[in-house]
C-alpha cells in the first residue's frame, strides 16, 4: 500500500470531477479523498496499491466527460489510511 497526491490541472471544476473521481476509486478499491482547490485544480490524495493508483492516475488524464484535463502532476506522500473515499468540499 501507498498514498499519492494527485494535482488535475485545466477545466476540471463543474464538471463532476470530484464525483467522478469518488466512482472511480470505489471501483478501484482506493481510499482517500478529492477536493478543489481555489486556484481552480482539483487535489487527490489516493491510498492502494500501485497498480490500482496508476490506474487513477491514467484516468485522472480524461476525467468525466466534461473535463478538459491539461496537466496532471502526482507525487508520492506518506503512506495515509482513510476510511473509504470521500468528497471534501470547502466553503
Given at each position: 500500500?501507498?498514498?499519492v ?35 481552480g ?51
Amino acid at each position: 500500500m501507498e498514498s499519492v497526491s494527485i494535482i488535475v490541472e485545466g477545466f476540471v471544476q463543474g464538471v463532476y470531477f470530484r464525483q467522478s473521481t469518488k466512482s472511480k476509486a470505489n471501483e478501484l478499491g482506493i481510499t482517500g479523498e478529492v477536493k478543489n482547490k481555489p486556484d481552480g485544480t482539483v487535489h487527490i490524495i489516493a491510498t492502494g496499491v500501485r497498480t490500482r493508483l496508476n490506474e487513477l492516475i491514467e484516468w485522472c488524464w480524461k476525467g468525466p466527460d466534461a473535463a478538459v484535463v491539461k496537466n496532471v502532476k502526482v507525487e508520492q506522500v506518506p503512506l495515509t489510511s482513510f476510511t473509504g473515499f470521500n468528497i471534501i468540499r470547502q466553503h
